[in-house]
């Protein structure tokens, strides 16, 4: 049997479980396709929103070489449109570091690699991160395709 997406939601509701595991295995396949998404396993946490404006965030949970295991944290108390929106974006993070296009170094939380260019992120604005302006781009058309398919 081939392997496949290992994906678990902890946190708010059992409706928000079901659709964000839904949101997620369709955004990933398309993303990385299913033999490379067979490979991942995402773990995501809902709870209240992190900071103003802060809504999800991404990480690496194993080896940044070539990392397969994610911790995506998600703000529970937003709307389900919005939810979906985020969780595109910080799928579309895991998808860069699937594919080696962005890579964190460890000896500094400033350093990363973003298509082969060390970026030191220490003076950007979020806006004008690399890997940010990507998410940011796809995130919407990302959730608006998923809506258009699971209607």
């Known amino acids: 049997m081939a392997?496949?997406?290992k994906l678990s939601v902890r946190g708010g509701t059992p409706d928000q479980h079901k659709k964000i595991k839904s949101v997620?295995?369709?955004i990933i396949s398309h993303l990385l396709g299913k033999r490379q998404a067979s490979f991942l396993n995402i773990f995501?946490?809902?709870s209240k929103t992190i900071d103003k404006n802060h809504y999800g965030e991404c990480e690496i949970a194993d080896d940044n070489?070539?990392?397969r295991e994610f911790n995506i944290y998600l703000a529970h108390d937003i709307s389900p449109r919005i939810l979906t929106r985020i969780l595109a974006h910080e799928l579309i993070h895991i998808k860069q570091f699937v594919r080696n296009e962005m890579f964190d170094y460890a000896r500094s939380e400033y350093l990363s690699r973003?298509?082969?260019?060390?970026i030191n992120?220490?003076?950007l604005e979020y806006r004008k991160i690399p890997w940010e302006r990507e998410a940011l781009k796809l995130e919407g058309p990302l959730a608006k395709?998923?809506?258009a398919a699971n209607k």
């Open 3 to 5: 392997p496949k997406l």
């Open 121 to 123: 992120i220490e003076r």
């Open 114 to 118: 973003w298509k082969g260019k060390t």
């Open 65 to 67: 070489v070539r990392p």
């Open 24 to 26: 997620a295995h369709w």
């Open 145 to 147: 395709a998923y809506r």
């Open 44 to 46: 995501i946490v809902l």
